[in-house]
């Protein structure tokens, strides 16, 4: 089999789901760009700061908001920042089961 953008594509959006969540999200109809970084987050690829650290980044691993150890959990639920726009998102749509 040949390697083509179009092969990559098939595999990333048909075979090779490796969860029923990244079926989901490859399956949506969203865009693609969305679907990448839903992606690098369920698969903690996102470039944050500890996985800049491990590339050789020179900078700090912390948070610039809080101080805090930089990751992903951290930037969509731990941060401060993260947890009060929960609770806006919560308090905006009337929304009981938000991430706390």
Sequence with gaps: MTFSTKSLYRFISDGGVASRVAG?????KIPLKIKFFL????N???QV???LIKRGWKETANCCLCGLAESVDHIFFQCHI??????VIAEVF????VPR
Excluded: D, E, R
């Design 24 to 28: 989901y999200v490859w399956k949506g």
């Design 39 to 42: 992606w690098q987050i369920f």
């Design 44 to 46: 903690n690829k996102l």
């Design 49 to 51: 700061a500890q996985s």
């Design 82 to 87: 993260a947890k009060f726009i929960w609770s």
């Design 94 to 97: 009337k929304l009981q089961n």
